[in-house]
């Protein structure tokens, strides 16, 4: 249960979960932040009548109000012509009938003339009465441009030096005899935008903390999720190895370039859009966002892998570059054959010509010309002297190759430069022929160890061959006594053979065999091995069939050699034959060899590979029980290699196919 | 005619004993010998009508004492030896034997080579020469009387037989391509015929020669043809 857990908790699919829920997380926030956004005012304010939108439906009404037609007129900056009650002192109250607040209210009165502009719809000395009151409201304002006395609450234009801005609201009320009251109604009523905001604000200011709670679990969700994938970054299971993401492979401080170019261009794209209350600028916005957080997510989690790899620094374009570099100028100086005074006498040789040759073409060209001459004269010897020595060294390493491990580099004529691989060169070449000599000279212990044994068991074998024969010629009566004597007769035949075999084998494999090489026609050799075996053939009713040749293939190997391939390979298709079969031999040319194949039909199911066939000791019967010491085709593949030929094997069913290629005497000549 | 003296020398006496009764029971008489100084001490001392030698043996090994002989004596040694190798065969050869029998011979084979060198030792030299003989080592083909004779035995052939050996030993070492015997003694031009005369080869050989997969007279070329070799 507890490793299951852990399994999961290492999963792709739980990681990716990680991801959507950080996502998820950030949508929230996002929502949150935008709904805070858009209800800063809400936010930022005790109440509605503190709010930024409160404040500015208020300085805009008190705007309209200073601004309005009757208010103007009682400043006197407009002349009364239409209207005739404007500025007569009347008592009545002028009722300003171009705003369409219910909630506003302002009073402006004439000092001198006592003429009061009002939009409530009150008379004079009501309204008078009222906008002495107004002070007690939770917003208020109160000018005299008489004495520039300011006094306000909840409202933006007004100071406490007692002076009203903007310039072009207060010049609109300056140096007139004016008193001007404004006053918004603490209790609202329905019917203008005061009315209306505060619903709006009340609205928001009851979402608000649900935004708050969605904001704050929003954080806590995604911060949880990050510290997961923080702490499972890079993990398959529990205390596995680190193991880089595909996106790790990137270079750390190309990878931060890249980040901040992402984050730039999302930002450039984020300008194009202010905060409205929107939504499909919204949607626009989260989208971007959304990208730049997995952007983000994702650049953060390689790097914590990056961390806890411990190839922060290391896994950087920047230290890579530097590596590289510090790698190069090690080889410079460090290498033999790349010395630092080679290098520096390159740059010499190009500062001195470039000076000569500069001197040479514009004063006298008499001496720096010689000089140049003489110095390139110089180089040119050098140059070819170190050419002369890479060729003498390839030269050598052709002989090595072509066999040839005595041929000595000449050391004297190398130049230099290359002394010290020459050198380098000789120690291999002595390593290469110690090793040879050690080869063969075990190669040759075996030889002659197996040889001696083969002579050691010859000696006995006579003796044995020898008596049986005797014991033969006793003529016993007693048919079990024949019977035993025939088994001993025909077992130490077969141990003859074995022990030649297994000398001729060894020899053959160690290649300790002299070839006499000679023109070999494989046409008369094919028919020559055939008459041998015509009697052989005849007893076990095989019929060899020599394929016609119409010009002879001759091959460059060794006549007695080759007898010995087909006696091998011939006996071998006496024993193992199919009876009354038939043996094919054809003879063709195929490119530069000459090729033998001979096919026969086992009589043995053949359930062993082409390839197990050429080992020694394995024979087509795996009961053993005919005669053979397995070491035929063995033998045989071995004199073929010695000759610089082939032998291959092809088992098709039942169909054994033998194949000897020779290279042809014209082209080995 | 009073029978032959062979003295048989190895360092093994079972082989020494074996051959000791094939050849009484052949009716040679037998001198054994189980080291080389023995072997020279008794040519000096008795009648020896031939040797046969082991080379590997402990003392004087049986190459030297062959040189020891043939210092004095022209008596057949035929060396017997472990050793197959054709290098071997041909050292032993050049120390002045006159056979070379390898380990572990085929009994019968060894008798048949000890007849054939008594016979070659004790009667060809007193051969007259005659026109019209072909001869090489024991091998003689006297064209008057159409015989061909092996150490002095008459061996029955068929006229094509007679007519290949003929042609060989008319050219005694030389390379006779397989269509070259065939158009000479067929008198027909060769064409997808040649596997007769190799068979017919093959028939020659088993007459002639004591063991005919190692060939003295008629020899084997392999890819080439067949020759008869000149002693």
């Keep these: 249960m507890d490793t299951k857990s852990r399994n999961i908790k290492y999963s792709f699919l739980v990681k990716a979960f990680a991801v959507f829920l950080i996502w998820v997380s950030f949508a929230g926030m996002f929502a949150s932040v935008y709904f805070f956004g858009i209800n800063s005012d809400v936010l930022m304010s005790e109440n509605y009548f503190q709010s930024h939108a409160f404040i500015a439906e208020f300085n805009r009404c008190v705007e309209q109000a200073i601004s309005s037609a009757d208010v103007q007129k009682l400043t006197g900056y407009v002349s009364g012509t239409g209207t005739g009650n404007t500025g007569t002192g009347s008592t009545e109250a002028i009722a300003d009938s171009s705003s369409v607040t219910v909630n506003f209210k302002y009073v402006a009165r004439n000092i001198e003339t006592n003429a009061i502009v009002t939009n409530m719809e009150l008379d004079a000395d009501s309204a008078w009465k009222a906008a002495k009151e107004f002070p007690k409201n939770k917003s208020y304002l109160f000018y005299s441009a008489a004495d520039n006395k300011v006094a306000s609450k909840n409202f933006l234009y007004a100071d406490n030096d007692n002076t009203l801005y903007p310039d072009s609201l207060e010049s609109l009320l300056k140096n007139a005899q004016v008193e001007f009251f404004a006053a918004v109604d603490d209790q609202l009523k329905q019917g203008d935008s005061f009315y209306d905001i505060q619903q709006e604000y009340k609205g928001a200011q009851a979402q608000l903390p649900l935004f708050l709670v969605i904001a704050i679990a929003a954080f806590a969700l995604g911060l949880c999720s990050f510290i997961y994938l923080a702490s499972v970054a890079g993990r398959n299971e529990k205390n596995s190895e680190i193991m880089p993401a595909l996106i790790d492979w990137f270079y750390n401080d190309l990878h931060i370039v890249a980040v901040i170019l992402a984050a730039t261009l999302s930002l450039s794209l984020l300008q194009e859009i202010t905060l409205h209350d929107d939504l499909t600028e919204g949607i626009f916005l989260f989208a971007v966002l959304s990208i730049d957080l997995l952007i983000g997510l994702s650049f953060i989690l390689s790097m914590i892998r990056n961390i806890k790899r411990g190839t922060l620094f290391q896994h950087t374009m920047i230290y890579r570059l530097f590596k590289a570099a510090a790698r190069f100028l090690a080889q410079c100086f460090q290498a033999r054959t790349f010395r630092p005074a080679v290098l520096f006498l390159l740059l010499a040789y190009g500062g001195v010509n470039a000076i000569l040759f500069a001197i040479a073409t514009n004063g006298n060209p008499g001496f720096p010309l010689l000089l140049l001459v003489i110095i390139n004269l110089g180089a040119l010897y050098y140059v070819s002297k170190t050419l002369g020595s890479i060729s003498g060294i390839m030269r050598w390493v052709n002989e090595m190759t072509k066999g040839n491990l005595d041929y000595a580099l000449d050391t004297g004529a190398m130049s230099p430069a290359f002394h010290a691989f020459a050198k380098d060169i000789a120690g291999l070449q002595t390593g290469i022929k110690e090793a040879v000599a050690e080869a063969v000279k075990g190669e040759k212990l075996k030889t002659e160890l197996i040889s001696n044994v083969s002579h050691d068991l010859k000696t006995p074998l006579t003796s044995i061959i020898n008596y049986v024969d005797l014991l033969k010629k006793e003529n016993p009566e007693n048919d079990t006594v024949k019977e035993y004597i025939g088994i001993l007769e025909s077992k130490s035949a077969r141990l003859k053979q074995l022990v030649d075999d297994l000398l001729e084998a060894s020899k053959a494999a160690s290649g300790d065999m002299i070839v006499n090489y000679g023109r070999v026609d494989l046409c008369s050799l094919a028919q020559q091995s055939v008459a041998e075996y015509s009697e052989k053939a005849a007893e076990t009713g095989l019929d060899v069939r020599v394929k016609v040749c119409e010009n002879p293939v001759v091959v460059h190997g060794d006549g007695t050699l080759m007898w010995r391939i087909m006696d091998n390979l011939l006996s071998n298709a006496m024993k193992y034959s199919q009876k009354n079969s038939r043996v094919y031999i054809d003879i063709e040319r195929n490119g530069l060899s000459g090729v033998i194949t001979i096919k026969n039909v086992s009589e043995a199911a053949l359930d062993i590979s082409s390839d197990q066939f050429l080992e020694r000791f394995v024979r087509g019967d795996s009961s053993r029980s005919t005669e053979g010491s397995g070491l035929g085709l063995s033998i045989a593949k071995s004199l073929a290699e010695l000759q610089g030929g082939t032998l291959a094997l092809k088992v098709d069913g039942d169909l054994f196919k033998v194949i000897v290629t020779l290279p042809l005497e014209a082209i080995a000549q | ?231």
């Excluded at chain 2, 035929?78 to 390898?102: C, E, P, W």
């Excluded at chain 2, 083909?141 to 006229?159: A, C, F, W, Y």
């Design chain 2, 1 to 231: 005619m009073s029978t032959y003296n062979i003295l048989v020398c190895d360092d093994d006496k079972e082989i020494v004993n074996a051959l000791e009764i094939y050849l009484k029971h052949d009716g040679y008489g037998v001198f054994k010998a189980y080291n080389g100084k023995e072997v020279l001490k008794m040519v000096e001392e008795s009648n020896i009508h031939l040797i046969i030698l082991d080379i590997m043996m402990p003392g004087l090994d049986g190459l030297m004492t062959t040189m020891k002989v043939r210092e004095t004596y022209n008596i057949p040694i035929i060396l017997l030896s472990a050793k197959s190798q054709d290098t071997d065969k041909i050292a032993g050869l050049n120390f002045g034997a006159d056979d070379y029998v390898t380990k572990p011979y085929n009994p019968l084979e060894l008798l048949a080579r000890v007849k054939s060198q008594l016979r070659r030792y004790t009667q060809l030299g007193s051969m007259e020469q005659k026109p019209g003989l072909l001869k090489t080592g024991g091998l003689v083909l006297d064209d008057e009387l159409k015989e061909i004779r092996v150490d002095g035995e008459i061996i029955k052939v068929t006229p094509t037989e007679y007519r290949i050996v003929k042609l060989l030993m008319e050219n005694l070492g030389r390379v006779f391509p397989i269509s070259d015997i065939y158009e000479r003694v067929w008198n027909e031009p060769s064409f997808s015929v040649e596997n007769t005369v190799a068979v017919h080869i093959r028939r020659i050989r088993e007459k002639l020669e004591i063991n005919p997969k190692d060939p003295k007279y008629l020899k084997v070329v392999w890819g080439v043809g067949y020759k008869i070799e000149k002693y």
